[in-house]
């Protein structure tokens, strides 16, 4: 029998020889932005990276790029970073993969991070893979828990295998250890303008070769909605009957300034567009205030909104388990509750806009639950 071929490790792989990690140090956040105005994920990273960086009694790291971006260099500091490194360059206008990559990759070989951790938004995503495989080391997505070990080893957990089980992921061999990570799973730490810190003024030579991709337009999705950034969220369930009932809702959230949100089964039955969804599989949100009516309170559907600063619940069955929840509850129709809520905050607000009561409401809806 041929003796078995020793496997040899595919090429950039493998650490060439013995690398010395030993002088890798710090927590680094990647902050997102667009047209000078930060992701919120990126200050929640920062205040479970201050976490994480404490325990490791390492500092926390910050990196801001894009054009005309050096107040949130300022804004980071104020959010927890130790230290940020700021690319301020007429060239990251726009997010590109190819130069905003090169500016990560400079920064990474240059300071050597421990952990780099991006927020797990379409840009995030496509950033931290770039990098990841030209460094190359381990990367973990989407995860809703972060922790270290002992070791100094990040501990990055994820929902797996359709969301059934939690996965804690480990990079043992490779630095930095890199993770992207849920928006709205995090705490932001309270914005602090005494806070301290340094910031770190990097140059990156951007050739040709990263400029390559020229962005001609940018075309706002106007009807996306995004409810990681919400302050306020509207949210419906299959208690509305059919999809004419988040008109009702629609109404609220405009009042209040908010956005509509939904359970999964009505986004199943097409009642409304995925990116409404909150929950496990949907967009974990984290607003100041959410107001869940017709919504029963399902574990998938509280783990996406339950770190909400206040909840309502509008339910009309007094034992639905969305009340252990909701800091606030209205047992009553939702027909009946969230116009005569649309109203009262309207006339608060010395608005006399026309709302949609009760009765008109059900005459549209042809599946509004009986009453
Ligand atoms: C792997 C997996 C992942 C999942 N991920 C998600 C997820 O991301 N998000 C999610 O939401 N779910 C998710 N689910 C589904 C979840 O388990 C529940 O089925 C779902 O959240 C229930 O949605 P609902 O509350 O709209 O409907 P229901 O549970 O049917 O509740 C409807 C509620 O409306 C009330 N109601 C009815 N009529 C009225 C009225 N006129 N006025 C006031 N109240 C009324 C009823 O009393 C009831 O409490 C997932 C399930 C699985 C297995």
Redesign the pocket.
């Known amino acids: 029998m041929a003796e078995e071929k020793k496997r040899k490790p595919a090429v950039g792989l493998q650490p060439e020889g013995e690398v010395d990690w030993s002088s890798y140090e710090g927590v680094l956040v990647i902050v997102e932005q667009r047209a000078g105005q930060a992701k919120k994920v990126s200050w929640q990273l920062l205040g479970e990276s201050r976490r994480l960086a404490d325990k490791m009694n390492t500092p926390l790291l910050a990196l801001v790029m894009g054009k005309d971006v050096s107040h949130l260099a300022k804004e980071a500091i104020y959010h927890g970073a130790d230290k940020v490194f700021l690319c301020d360059d007429p060239e990251l206008a726009d997010y590109r993969t190819r130069p905003y990559s090169r500016v990560c990759l400079q920064v990474i070989r240059d300071y050597k991070p421990e952990i780099v951790l991006f927020g797990a938004t379409y840009t995030g995503r496509d950033l931290a893979g770039a990098i990841a495989t030209h460094l190359p080391t381990g990367l973990t997505a989407d995860c809703t828990q972060l922790d270290v070990d002992e070791d100094r080893l990040l501990l990055a957990s994820r929902p797996a295998f ?3 089980m939690l996965a804690t992921i480990m990079c043992k061999q490779f630095k930095p250890q890199m993770a992207t990570a849920r928006a709205g799973v995090f705490e932001a730490l309270p914005r602090d303008e005494s806070r301290q810190g340094e910031v770190i003024p990097v140059a990156v030579h951007l050739g040709t070769d990263e400029t390559v991709t020229q962005v001609l337009e940018f075309l706002e999705q106007r009807d996306r909605v995004n409810l990681e950034d919400a302050e306020i969220i509207v949210a ?6 059919g999809p004419q009932g988040f008109k009702v809702l629609q109404d609220l959230a405009d009042a209040l300034g908010g956005q509509v949100g ?5 986004v199943e039955m097409g009642w409304i567009s995925h990116d409404h ?6 967009t974990t949100v984290r607003p100041r205030l959410y107001i869940a ?9 509280v783990v ?1 909104m339950q770190n909400s600063e206040y909840i309502i619940a ?4 007094p034992q ?1 388990p ?1 009340f252990k929840t909701a800091n606030y509850g209205v047992v ?4 009946e ?1 969230v116009p005569a809520l649309t109203r009262a905050i309207l006339a608060k607000k010395g608005r006399s806009v026309p709302v949609e009561g009760s009765r008109a409401a059900s005459e549209v809806l042809p599946g ?2 009986a ?1």
Do not use: C, F, M
Request: aromatic share 2%; charged share 20%.
């Open positions: 359709s969301e059934k419906g369930g299959r208690g509305l009957g939904a359970s999964r089964p009505v969804q909150v929950g496990q599989t949907g009516a017709g919504i029963s309170g399902a574990v998938q559907h996406g509008i339910n009309k069955d639905a969305i009553g129709d939702l027909y509750v509004a639950p009453r």
